[in-house]
T-cell receptor, first 111, second 116 residues
């Protein structure tokens, strides 16, 4: 069974701080996605990365796919209260269309 | 477009009862996915359809669960009989395709199911 482990599980920080969350696995993935989920809503896709070593930026969010395509990180610069939510990584292996979701990192940004 | 629509938003039922969850995907999307989310197991794919045909149901927990997609604009997930361990939030998602930018899945708001 492929597992996607995310760390930390919970993170509470002050507005303006930087943070990094991680998504790790022992499997090699063909693509990896990051989602944010707010209470009472479904996950919303933030980014898809497909190339080892790829870095994508979305405003204050920076996403990196590991060189070996087994891990990924999400870095948020100068966090805002609107960044609060559950961050999920999801990955698929070559030859399948099924995304496996990670355990999630629950982020709370305090004003 | 209104996005993916799910109903009901909340469902409380007693063990043994039949539960039917409904989903209307985004118009034009060829893929439809059913997920279940719990604190213990996170977000799990149950089944997905392509052009109304079930492609992979390996995530369906057991025979008590069944899913149908009679047409491109409607799908149901049925649990019969329901058990307390089925309590979870059930999400429906749809996408244009499964490659590149077409693989963006749009999730509905979910149905929160509580089986007593």
């Amino acid at each position: 069974t492929q597992l996607l482990e995310q760390s930390p599980q919970f993170l509470s920080i002050q507005e303006g701080e930087n943070l990094t969350v991680y998504c790790n696995s022992s499997s090699v993935f063909s693509s990896l996605q990051w989602y944010r989920q707010e209470p009472g809503e479904g996950p919303v896709l933030l980014v898809t990365v497909v190339t080892g070593g790829e870095v994508k930026k979305l405003k204050r969010l920076t996403f990196q796919f590991g060189d070996a395509r087994k891990d990924s990180s999400l870095h948020i610069t100068a966090a805002q209260t609107g960044d609060t939510g559950l961050y999920l990584c999801a990955a698929t292996t070559s030859g399948t269309y099924k995304y496996i979701f990670g355990t999630g990192t629950r982020l709370k940004v305090l004003a | 477009d209104a996005g993916v629509i799910q109903s009901p938003r909340h469902e409380v039922t007693e063990m043994g009862q039949e539960v039917t969850l409904r989903c209307k995907p985004i118009s034009g999307h060829d893929y439809l996915f059913w997920y279940r989310q719990t604190m213990m197991r996170g977000l799990e794919l149950l089944i997905y359809f392509n052009n109304n045909v079930p492609i992979d149901d390996s995530g369906m927990p057991e025979d008590r669960f069944s899913a149908k997609m009679p047409n491109a604009s409607f799908s149901t997930l049925k649990i019969q009989p329901s058990e307390p361990r089925d309590s979870a939030v059930y999400f429906c998602a749809s996408s244009f395709g499964v490659f590149g930018t077409q693989e963006t899945q749009y999730f509905g708001p979910g149905t929160r199911l509580l089986v007593l």
